[in-house]
């Protein structure tokens, strides 16, 4: 069973993949609006960067995050200045770390569902009297419910499954900085197979349930979408 | 109200320039082969498409040098090729849309927009659900519910069939007659022209080429409209008695009557007749012994070529104008000249509405 440990991985996981879904929505959001609309020459440039964590080793990634975030790196001196401390081996640093590393999963799915939608719409309700903010929150949310589905599902499940960048910035510190995926690590390198097994076993699962329910959710959403 | 507008402007392989002062009243009609800038002309309209000029719709001014009204602030409806409805919302919430974001309170045009169109029973339906016809119904309806000033219409009966074309027409002359909101409608069918238009404007290659009445314009010889297999006539008429013995309806107009099979209509209709160039013949002396029974008095007002063997004349009939082709031979034989008298023999003429 779940020991004191493990208990105090899980929620740190779980409030780590919750913050940075919520932050990652918030911030994806207008920049996959931004991207899917844009006619900008170096477009590409910053689709290439948003993408790079998809084929980064994670080491690399927190290896970089690390200087950035440690107390002579820029966030961490501008953490140092706020907070007093640096971002390295902190739960807000992996908070940033999880942001950065899972940004593709969030703005990729959104881009696409906001392109899908096309300027038709959009034109429909500027004719109809809506104002930019008002068409965007009442035609192109709704109708880029699927993707909202799918980023949130991706960022979050991604979060809970990272583990290089993590290692790299968090310092494995339980209760604080210790997610499930380090856990797991320490158990099978402790040889405590039984305890590894509950933790993986239960992140298996979780993790195909939530896929199940994100496919048949699309099915459904997508009945909506008949010709027009 | 009126519209003054002086539009430039210029894509990759194409170029608008237009300078247009229109009064709006009734269903103004654009007009012009594929290509020639209507629909962007009608997105210029509406603020979709940015250009440098000057826009002035009634009083307000919309486009100036320093100046952009944005589309959401422009009281306009817009019925695009498409009927392209919001597929997240369902038929009520697509029309009430407009409505919710007007500064009108009155819903009397929106609900008039849902009788005319014949759409209450759709109202609860997904957009999903509905027939090519109905969707565009529904799109007009909501382009409606705003009570906008104008209403443009980017031909809205394009992307439909011949049988839902059929089913919309008809709502589109309500709409004209019903509501008191001009309309400006783009199209590439001549018959969309002669059934809806009260004013023509021809665009060709991004400029206006002639505009003004539609019965006007479609008898102006020196345009491609009044040439051709379907060139034809428009004559504005106001139905009659009728003759309960032959079955026949009598239908008056500013040179004299026309009589046609008993139709479905009242008298006093207000009724748009269309007669084809090539169903009038011309004779110098009025026939009797003659099954054609529509034979009117007319005036020569203008003589041209339509190819080598006929001509197209054009004749006036009290305040009407009428189009008539027939053979070089037949003119020189009629001896036909400007202002000369004749007799005009029609052989069918169509009622449009």
């Known amino acids: 069973m779940l020991n004191e440990f493990d208990l105090n991985a899980l929620i740190v996981t779980l409030k780590l993949a919750a913050i940075s879904t919520v932050i990652l929505l918030l911030f994806g959001t207008p920049l996959a609006w931004w991207l899917s609309r844009t006619r900008w020459k170096l477009k590409a440039l910053l689709e290439a960067l948003i993408a790079l964590p998809l084929v980064l080793p994670p080491t690399v990634l927190g290896f970089y995050l690390l200087i950035a975030l440690g107390s002579n790196g820029p966030l961490g001196e501008i953490s140092q200045w706020i907070s007093g401390q640096p971002l390295a081996f902190t739960f807000a640093g992996l908070v940033v770390g999880s942001v950065i590393y899972s940004l593709p999963f969030v703005v990729q799915p959104l881009q696409n569902a906001f392109s899908s939608i096309g300027s038709r719409p959009m034109e429909v309700a500027a004719t109809l009297g809506a104002t930019p903010v008002d068409r965007f929150l009442t035609v192109a949310v709704p109708l880029a419910r699927t993707g909202f589905v799918t980023a949130a599902v991706l960022g979050f499940a991604h979060t809970i499954g990272e583990f290089g960048v993590v290692l790299m910035i968090g310092g494995n510190i339980p209760g604080e900085t210790q997610v499930l995926s380090i856990a797991i690590y320490d158990h099978v390198e402790a040889l405590e197979y039984g305890n590894a097994h509950w933790l993986a076993g239960g992140l298996l699962l979780a993790s195909f349930i939530t896929l199940v329910v994100v496919y048949s959710l699309n099915r459904r959403f997508s009945l909506f979408k008949g010709g027009d | ?353």
């Open chain 2, 1 to 353: 109200m009126g519209i003054e507008c002086r539009l430039k402007t210029t894509h990759s392989n194409f170029s608008l320039d237009v300078d247009l002062s229109i009064s709006l009243k009734g269903i103004t009609a654009i007009f012009g082969p594929s290509g020639s800038g209507k629909t962007t002309l009608l997105r210029a309209l509406a603020g979709l498409e940015k250009n440098n000029g000057y826009l002035k719709v009634g009083d307000a001014i919309w486009e100036s040098e320093k100046h952009f009204l944005p589309t959401h602030l422009r009281s306009i409806g817009y019925v695009f090729q498409e009927p392209s409805l919001f597929q997240h919302l369902s038929v009520r919430g697509n029309i009430e849309y407009g409505y919710k974001r007007s500064k009108i309170s009155d819903q009397s045009v929106m609900e008039k927009a849902i009788e005319l169109l014949q759409i209450d029973h759709l109202l609860n339906r997904k957009a999903a659900e509905l027939s090519g016809g109905e969707r565009q119904r529904v799109a007009i309806a909501r382009a409606l519910s705003s009570a906008p000033k104008i209403l443009l219409m980017d031909e809205p009966l394009a992307s439909l069939g011949e049988k839902h074309k059929k089913e919309i027409l008809p709502f589109l002359e309500l709409l004209h007659t019903e509501l008191d909101i001009p309309i400006i409608y783009v199209t590439h069918s001549v018959d969309e022209v002669a059934y809806l238009a009260d004013q023509l404007i021809l665009l060709d290659g991004g400029k206006v080429s002639a505009s003004g009445e539609i019965a006007e314009m479609l008898t102006r010889l020196d345009l491609t409209l009044s040439h051709g297999e379907r060139a034809a006539s428009l004559i504005q008429a106001i139905v009659g008695e009728y003759d309960e013995n032959y079955k026949l309806t009598y239908i008056d107009f500013s040179g004299g009557r026309f009589t046609v099979p008993r139709k479905q209509l009242s008298k006093g209709d207000r009724v748009r007749i269309r007669i084809e160039a090539r169903d009038v013949s011309l004779t110098i002396h009025q026939q009797s012994e003659t099954s054609i029974l529509n034979i009117l008095p007319v005036i020569v007002d203008e003589i041209a070529d339509e190819g080598d063997a006929q001509v197209l004349v054009k004749l006036r009939v009290g305040n009407d104008l009428l189009l008539s082709c027939i053979t070089r031979k037949s003119a020189q034989q009629l001896d036909l000249k400007v202002g000369k008298k004749l007799y005009a023999q029609i052989k069918s003429v169509a009622l449009l509405s």
